[in-house]
Structures are given as C-alpha cells and as structure tokens.
C-alpha cells in the first residue's frame, strides 16, 4: 500500500525556517520522481518543489532562492527545507509522486 506522510508543519514568524518532511512506503521510491505542493486558503492548489529520480530540481519562482527540496533514498524521504518564510507561504503542504498524495502539513507563517 502507497503512503505518503508528511510532517513538520508549524507556526513561524516571518523570515523563519521550517523543514518538512515527506516520508514514502508502498512503492520502490527511488525510481520515481516526487512533489511538494502547496493550498494556501481560498486559492488552488499549486507546485512548490520537484526532484527527479536522479536528484535534478525544480521549483516555482515564487521560492526559488528560499526553498531547497532534497531526498534521502535510504530513507525514503524527500525534505523541503524553507528559510525566510513569507506570510504568503501559509498553506497546507502536501507531497505527491504521480496520482498518489499525503494528508498533507499545515505551516502557518504569522506575526
């Protein structure tokens, strides 16, 4: 069975950090490519960060700078380190490869 659990969501100040962590079971994770996104409240939900299979990275222009995605295949787990957060990175954090999602980490970034 697929799993994707996400975690180390949390309350921070602007120009804080946070890392989340995204550990996957139920499939062989290192072949494949994974996902964080993001769903901020009232808006879609959109892409935060990828990394292939062989390590190559993507992120969205909004974080490019700030935000750092990384895996450990040993562990199955892909991290994304945010460093000066903003208010508009309050969001559900959610990670995903191909249909398969988490529940998702909450990061509130308030004041």
């Known amino acids: 069975q697929v799993q994707l659990v996400e975690s180390g969501g949390d309350v921070v100040q602007p120009g804080g950090s946070l890392r989340l962590s995204c550990e996957a079971s139920?499939?062989?994770?290192?072949?494949?490519?994974v996902h964080w996104l993001r769903q901020a409240p009232g808006k879609q939900r959109e892409l935060v960060a990828s990394i292939a299979c062989g390590g190559a990275t993507n992120y969205a222009d909004s974080v490019k700078g700030r935000f750092t995605i990384s895996r450990d295949n040993s562990k199955s787990t892909v991290y994304l380190q945010m460093n000066s957060l903003k208010l508009e990175g309050t969001a559900v954090y959610y990670c995903r490869f191909t249909d398969y999602w988490g529940r998702g980490t909450q990061v509130t970034v308030s004041s």
């Open positions: 139920g499939f062989a994770f290192r072949f494949f490519d």
